[in-house]
Protein backbone atom coordinates (compact mmCIF):
# COMPACT_ATOMS: atom_id res chain seq x y z
CA UNK A 1 0.00 0.00 0.00
CA UNK A 2 1.18 3.78 -0.95
CA UNK A 3 2.49 5.35 2.35
CA UNK A 4 0.08 8.24 1.21
CA UNK A 5 -2.71 5.90 1.67
CA UNK A 6 -1.26 4.28 4.88
CA UNK A 7 -3.18 5.65 7.90
CA UNK A 8 -0.87 6.75 11.22
CA UNK A 9 -1.90 4.72 14.36
CA UNK A 10 -4.82 6.38 16.35
CA UNK A 11 -3.54 7.98 19.21
CA UNK A 12 -4.69 7.11 22.81
CA UNK A 13 -6.68 10.06 24.66
CA UNK A 14 -4.31 10.06 27.00
CA UNK A 15 -1.74 11.25 23.79
CA UNK A 16 -3.30 13.96 23.09
CA UNK A 17 -3.45 17.49 23.65
CA UNK A 18 -6.28 19.95 24.34
CA UNK A 19 -5.67 23.78 24.04
CA UNK A 20 -8.00 26.48 25.01
CA UNK A 21 -7.45 29.80 23.94
CA UNK A 22 -9.51 32.38 25.50
CA UNK A 23 -8.91 35.62 27.63
CA UNK A 24 -10.15 36.96 31.14
CA UNK A 25 -13.82 37.73 32.31
CA UNK A 26 -14.90 35.75 29.14
CA UNK A 27 -17.86 34.06 29.53
CA UNK A 28 -17.95 31.72 26.45
CA UNK A 29 -14.34 31.01 27.51
CA UNK A 30 -15.60 29.86 30.95
CA UNK A 31 -18.11 27.91 29.22
CA UNK A 32 -15.39 26.21 27.18
CA UNK A 33 -13.42 25.34 30.01
CA UNK A 34 -16.25 23.34 32.15
CA UNK A 35 -16.66 21.30 28.76
CA UNK A 36 -13.22 20.67 28.23
CA UNK A 37 -12.28 19.98 32.08
CA UNK A 38 -15.06 17.80 32.20
CA UNK A 39 -14.44 15.40 29.06
CA UNK A 40 -10.34 15.89 29.52
CA UNK A 41 -10.87 14.47 32.93
CA UNK A 42 -13.32 11.65 32.31
CA UNK A 43 -10.57 10.89 29.26
CA UNK A 44 -7.38 11.24 30.60
CA UNK A 45 -6.25 13.94 28.26
CA UNK A 46 -3.99 16.79 29.29
CA UNK A 47 -5.14 20.17 28.36
CA UNK A 48 -3.60 23.44 28.84
CA UNK A 49 -5.33 27.15 28.70
CA UNK A 50 -3.90 30.01 27.02
CA UNK A 51 -4.67 34.03 27.42
CA UNK A 52 -4.65 35.84 24.10
CA UNK A 53 -4.04 39.18 26.16
CA UNK A 54 -0.63 37.79 26.75
CA UNK A 55 0.39 36.56 23.43
CA UNK A 56 0.60 38.85 20.67
CA UNK A 57 0.05 36.05 17.95
CA UNK A 58 -2.27 34.50 19.23
CA UNK A 59 -4.34 37.86 19.60
CA UNK A 60 -3.81 38.52 16.31
CA UNK A 61 -4.76 35.09 14.97
CA UNK A 62 -8.03 33.89 16.61
CA UNK A 63 -9.52 37.67 18.55
CA UNK A 64 -12.63 37.43 16.90
CA UNK A 65 -12.97 33.28 17.24
CA UNK A 66 -12.53 33.22 20.99
CA UNK A 67 -12.55 30.82 22.61
CA UNK A 68 -10.70 28.78 20.51
CA UNK A 69 -9.94 24.74 21.06
CA UNK A 70 -7.09 23.37 19.39
CA UNK A 71 -6.30 19.43 19.20
CA UNK A 72 -2.64 18.47 18.84
CA UNK A 73 -2.55 22.11 17.51
CA UNK A 74 -5.11 22.14 14.58
CA UNK A 75 -8.25 24.18 15.48
CA UNK A 76 -11.02 22.00 16.97
CA UNK A 77 -13.59 24.57 17.56
CA UNK A 78 -14.30 27.89 18.48
CA UNK A 79 -17.19 30.04 20.59
CA UNK A 80 -18.57 26.94 21.79
CA UNK A 81 -17.48 23.37 22.54
CA UNK A 82 -19.44 20.53 21.84
CA UNK A 83 -19.05 17.86 24.28
CA UNK A 84 -19.55 15.35 22.11
CA UNK A 85 -17.66 16.20 19.05
CA UNK A 86 -14.88 16.78 21.52
CA UNK A 87 -14.89 13.27 23.01
CA UNK A 88 -14.92 12.09 19.53
CA UNK A 89 -11.74 13.84 18.09
CA UNK A 90 -10.20 12.60 21.15
CA UNK A 91 -11.10 8.78 20.21
CA UNK A 92 -13.04 8.59 23.03
Known amino acids: MSP ?3 RSPRKKPSERTVTLIGKPDCHLCEDAEAVIEKV ?3 LGTPWEKKDIT ?3 ELHRKYWEQ ?3 VLVDGAQH ?3 RVDPKRLRAALGG
Request: one cysteine or more; aromatic letters at 14%.
Open 54 to 56: QDE
Open 40 to 42: CGE
Open 77 to 79: DFW
Open 66 to 68: IPV
Open 4 to 6: LLR
